[in-house]
C-alpha cells in the first residue's frame, strides 16, 4: 500500500493551518483489527495527514473489502 | 462458530439446520437440475442419450460411441434391436417427433464401432465361482459384469449358440455378424468366462452346490419367488431372473446386470438392499419447459436397414433439447451471473458460512440476491434462493462476519427515517381516533412529498371514522440486512405507536412495508393504497390522453397481492390508459434491483437487473412503487408512478424526470414531516439546526453525481466543512486556492475539496474510506 503512484501529484497540498509542505513518514492505517504501515504525507508541524483520493478509492478500498470478507 | 438454531419462521422454505451437512443436503435434493433427462432415466441401464446426442450434434460420433458402449455392453446389437423405452419419454415428443435415438446409436456403430476395441481386462480373479444359466442378453451381461470384476463365471446354453431370442430377430433387422462379433469382442474375449454351448441344466439352483453363486437367466424355476429388486430365491446363493412378460432387449441387459450386481455383494458379504433406489427404468423429476421451442418433425430415415448417414444423424441429434431445469436462472439475472444453480449455491453458501478461517468469496453473492421470490414461484420444487441467502445474511450477522460496509448506507437510511426529523405517528387534527392510519413509507415520502400531502388530504376526505399519518420506515432494509435485531426493535416500537393509536387499519402505499407487515405482524389489519382508491375514488377526476399504452411492471414485494396488483390496473384503465402486460408480471414479476439492498452489494448487477428488465417491452412503464419508478428513469426508462397519472402528470416529462438523490431524499423526507406539521396541524417546528446544517453548498451537478455514485450525503460534506473551519485542520492546493479537509464522524473518513465563496461553501470533489488513520495530531 505504500506504492509512490497513489500519491503522484501530492506535493501540490501543505498543511493550509501551519502553511508548511508535508513530508512523507510512515502512518499506521488500521481496519477491522488489522493495521499497515503506509507511507503518506504528513505535515511535520502539526501532524495533519494526506490520504489522496486515487489511494482512498483504490488500494485502501480493495484491502478494505478483503479484510471485510476475511 | 455460532450455534445455529434461529429460523425464518413465517417463510415455507423454512431451514432449520442449514448449518449442518444433513440440512444441506436436504436442500441440494430440493433443486432438480442434476437429475438425469427423461431418456437417461427411462432407460433400464441409463444411457446417458442426452451426452451422446451433444456429441453426435457436434459431429464426434467417437466419443458419442464411447458414451454409449460405456453402458451398453452390446452396442451394435442394441443399436439393432433396443425396443427404445426412452423414445416414450422424449421431451422433444411434446413438440414433434421424439429423437429417433437407436437410429442415432446404430449411426455411432457404423461410423465409430469399428475401431479397434480396448481388450477386456478384468480385475484379478478373487477366487469364487458363479454359474450363469442361459447364453442370451441377460445371462451374458451378468457373466460378462461379474468376470470383469474378477469372479470365475461359467455360462451354460442348452443351444449350440449363444443370444438366444436374438436369433428370432429378422436377419434384415439384425445381420447375424453382428451378434456374433458383439460377443466375440466381450463375452469370448474375457479372460475367467467360460461358455459350454449344449449344455442344458435340468436342476439349476442344484448348481449352488458347486458354484458359490447361481444365476438363472432364464427365469426362476418350480414357480419360486425371485424378489424384484435384488433377484435373490428362496435358496442363498441362487438368483434368477423376475419375470418379464413381452421381450425387452435393453429390459434383459437390465436384468442381467441387477443379478450382477446383487452377486457381486453376496460374494463379498455386503448388503444385497443398500442404495439400488435408481437401478432399472424410473420417472425422473427433471423438469424442461419446451416454451419457446419450435416443433421439429425427426429427419427421415430412408432405409431403416442402412440408417442414417452422418449429415443426417447429426441434423437428428441437433434436434435434441438437452433436457435441463434452470427455471429460475432463466429469469434471474442474479443467479445467471454465477453460472450455476441453487443446487451448487446451496453447498457455495454453506462453505462460505462456514469457514473459520480465510477469505469468504460468497459474501458478495450471498448479498447481491434481491429476496424477490420469483425463483420460488417459478421452482418446480420451490426451492427459494431469497429464503437461503436471507438466512445466510442472518448468520453472517451473527456470526459477526457481515462487512460492515455492505448495507451500513441503507441502515443509516433507515435510520434518519425512524428519527425525529421524519418519524411520527399521530390522530388527524381535531380528532382522538382513527380507523385508518395512513403510512405512505419512507420511499414515497422521499420521491414524491407533494403527493404524500394530496393523499393524506383525500384519504382524510374519503374515510369515515378518522385518518391518522404515520410517518417511518417499516423496516425492510434492516430485514434485508440480516439484521434481526435492528428489524424486531423497529417492528415493536411501530407496534407499540399503532397500539397508542387504538390499532387503525393500515393503509399502505409501498408494496415492501405491506409484505413486511403481513409478514411480521399478521394481526394488523391492513389495505393497499391502490386497492382503497380503486375502493374510494381518486383525489382528482383529472381528463386524461386516453388511448395510450403503458406496460404495467408490479413492485417485487406485490407479487402475491392479487388486490394490489388489480386495484392498480383498475385505476390504470380508469384513467383512460391501455395496459401492457409484460411476459413476467404478476406473481411472476422482476425486482427493479432495491430489494434485498441488491445494489449495495454489486452495483452493476443491479444495473443488469434493471436494464434487462426495462427492455422487456418498448411500451412507456407504470408502475405503483417510488424505487422501481426512480430506478427505470435512472437508466433511461419513460416510466410513470401511479400517481404521476392520478395526479395528471401524465406527460413525457414526469416519465423521463429523474428521482431525487439521496441526499434530496433526506431532505424531502425532513421537509415533508415539517409541512405537514405546520399546513395540517398548525404547529410551527422549526426545530433548532445544528451547527452544520447551516452550511451553504453549492456542488456542480457533476459532482453532485460523484457524491451520489460514492454514497456521500450534504451532511456528510457539511460536517467536514463545519469540522475544518472551525479548527483550522485542512490542506491548501497551491495551484487552485482550494482546500481539502477530513473528518470522521462514525466508521467513515470522508475528505472534502471546497472553497469558501461569500456565504456558501463551492464542492469541487469528495471522496471516502473506511481504514482508519492514525493521526498524531498536535492541535494546541
Known sequence: MSKKPDLEGAEKWQCARCDRPMEIRKVSVSYMDSSFPVDLPVCPECGQVYVPEMLALGKMAEVEKTLEDK | ?780
Open chain 2, 1 to 780: 462458530m455460532t450455534p445455529l438454531t434461529s429460523t425464518y419462521q413465517s417463510d415455507a422454505f423454512v431451514m432449520t439446520n442449514f448449518i449442518d451437512q444433513k440440512g444441506l443436503r436436504a436442500l441440494e435434493a430440493r433443486c432438480i437440475q442434476e437429475q438425469a433427462p427423461p431418456c437417461q432415466a427411462g432407460c433400464p441401464v441409463h444411457v446417458d442419450a442426452r451426452a451422446m446426442l451433444a456429441q453426435i450434434g457436434a459431429g464426434d460420433f467417437a466419443a458419442a460411441y464411447q458414451t454409449f458402449s460405456k453402458t451398453v455392453p452390446f452396442p451394435a446389437i442394441i443399436s439393432r434391436v433396443c425396443d427404445q423405452p426412452c423414445r416414450a419419454v422424449c421431451t422433444r415428443g411434446e413438440i414433434g417427433d421424439p429423437i429417433a435415438i437407436r437410429a442415432l446409436e446404430q449411426a455411432c456403430v457404423a461410423l465409430a464401432g469399428d475401431a479397434p476395441r480396448a481388450p477386456v481386462k478384468p480385475l484379478p480373479a478373487r477366487g469364487k465361482r458363479v454359474a450363469v444359466v442361459g447364453g442370451g442378453l441377460s445371462g451374458l451381461t451378468a457373466a460378462f459384469d461379474l468376470a470383469r470384476k474378477g469372479w470365475a463365471v461359467v455360462v451354460f446354453e442348452a443351444a449350440q449358440r449363444l443370444g438366444g431370442r436374438l436369433w428370432e430377430v429378422a436377419e434384415d433387422a439384425l445381420p447375424r455378424h453382428i451378434i456374433e462379433r458383439d460377443f466375440a469382442a466381450t463375452v469370448l474375449a474375457t479372460p475367467g468366462l467360460e461358455v459350454r454351448l449344449g449344455a442344458a441344466v435340468e436342476d439349476a439352483p442344484a448348481l449352488r452346490d458347486s458354484f458359490d453363486a447361481v444365476y438363472i437367466s432364464t427365469g426362476a424355476v418350480r414357480g419360486d419367488a425371485v424378489d424384484p429388486l435384488t433377484c435373490e430365491t428362496a435358496r442363498a446363493g441362487v438368483f434368477a431372473r423376475a419375470g418379464s412378460e413381452a421381450w425387452s432387449p435393453i429390459t434383459s441387459i437390465a436384468d442381467g446386470r441387477r443379478a450382477a450386481i446383487s452377486i457381486d455383494r453376496c460374494l463379498q458379504n455386503v448388503s444385497l438392499t443398500a442404495s439400488r433406489q435408481h437401478e432399472g427404468a424410473y420417472t425422473t423429476t427433471l423438469y424442461t419447459s419446451t416454451e419457446g421451442i419450435a416443433p421439429a418433425r425427426a429427419v427421415p430415415l430412408p432405409d431403416a436397414r442402412a440408417g442414417y448417414s452422418r449429415d443426417q444423424a447429426t441434423e437428428e441429434a441437433r434436434r435434441c433439447i438437452h433436457c435441463e431445469c434452470l427455471e429460475c436462472v432463466k429469469v434471474c439475472e442474479y443467479l445467471a451471473r454465477y453460472d450455476g444453480y441453487p443446487k451448487q449455491y446451496a453447498r457455495t453458501i454453506y462453505n462460505n458460512l462456514s469457514i473459520v478461517m480465510g477469505e469468504r468469496h460468497a459474501n458478495t453473492f450471498i448479498n447481491s440476491c434481491a429476496l424477490c421470490g420469483l425463483c420460488a414461484e417459478v421452482c418446480p420444487t420451490d426451492f427459494d434462493m431469497g429464503a437461503l441467502c436471507r438466512q445466510a445474511r442472518q448468520v453472517m450477522v451473527a456470526q459477526g462476519r457481515m462487512p460492515p460496509s455492505t448495507h451500513e448506507f441503507a441502515l443509516r437510511d433507515m435510520a434518519f427515517s425512524n428519527g425525529d426529523q421524519f418519524a411520527m405517528a399521530r390522530h388527524a387534527p381535531g380528532t382522538d381516533a382513527s380507523a385508518y392510519l395512513f403510512f405512505p413509507g419512507c420511499q414515497l415520502a422521499a420521491s414524491r412529498p407533494g403527493d404524500v400531502k394530496a393523499l393524506y388530504a383525500h384519504l382524510r376526505e374519503a374515510l369515515e371514522g378518522g385518518v391518522g399519518l404515520a410517518l417511518g420506515c417499516c423496516g425492510a432494509p434492516a430485514e434485508w440486512a440480516g439484521r434481526k435485531d435492528l428489524f424486531e426493535e423497529t417492528m415493536e416500537r411501530f407496534r407499540a405507536q399503532h397500539a397508542a393509536l387504538g390499532r387503525p387499519k393500515l393503509a399502505l402505499a409501498c408494496s415492501s412495508c405491506c409484505q413486511v407487515f403481513k409478514t411480521h405482524a399478521p394481526d394488523i389489519e391492513l389495505i393497499s393504497l391502490w386497492d382503497l382508491l380503486d375502493r374510494v375514488g381518486l383525489p382528482v377526476q383529472a381528463a386524461q390522453p386516453a388511448s395510450r399504452t403503458l406496460a404495467v411492471h408490479d413492485p417485487c414485494t406485490a407479487r402475491y397481492e392479487r388486490a394490489m396488483q388489480d386495484g392498480a390496473r383498475r385505476i390504470i384503465r380508469r384513467l383512460g390508459y391501455r395496459i401492457e402486460e409484460l411476459p413476467l408480471s404478476r406473481e411472476k414479476t422482476t425486482c427493479c434491483s432495491y430489494g434485498g439492498l441488491m445494489g449495495f452489494a454489486d452495483r452493476e448487477l443491479a444495473r443488469a437487473v434493471i436494464e434487462r428488465r426495462i427492455n422487456e417491452s418498448r411500451a412507456d412503464y407504470v408502475t405503483y412503487c417510488a424505487v422501481c419508478r426512480d430506478f427505470f428513469a435512472a437508466q433511461g426508462k419513460p416510466t410513470f408512478h401511479l400517481l404521476d397519472l392520478i395526479f395528471g402528470r401524465g406527460d413525457d416529462a414526469a416519465a423521463a424526470g429523474r428521482g431525487p438523490g439521496y441526499s434530496q431524499r433526506h431532505e424531502n423526507r425532513a421537509r415533508l414531516k415539517r409541512e405537514m406539521l405546520r399546513e395540517v396541524w398548525g404547529e410551527d417546528v422549526t426545530t433548532a439546526q445544528e451547527g452544520y446544517e447551516s452550511i451553504k453548498l453549492d456542488v456542480a451537478e457533476a459532482v453532485q453525481a460523484r457524491l451520489e455514485d460514492r454514497l456521500i450525503l450534504v451532511e456528510d460534506i457539511q460536517q467536514v466543512i463545519a469540522f475544518a473551519e472551525r479548527t483550522g485542520r485542512r490542506l491548501l492546493n497551491t495551484d487552485t486556492g482550494r482546500f481539502l479537509a477530513h473528518y470522521r464522524p462514525a466508521a467513515v473518513t470522508y475528505w472534502v475539496e471546497y472553497r469558501p465563496e461569500g456565504d456558501h461553501y463551492a464542492v469541487f470533489n469528495a471522496y471516502s474510506h473506511r481504514m482508519e488513520v492514525a493521526e498524531e495530531t498536535k492541535d494546541e
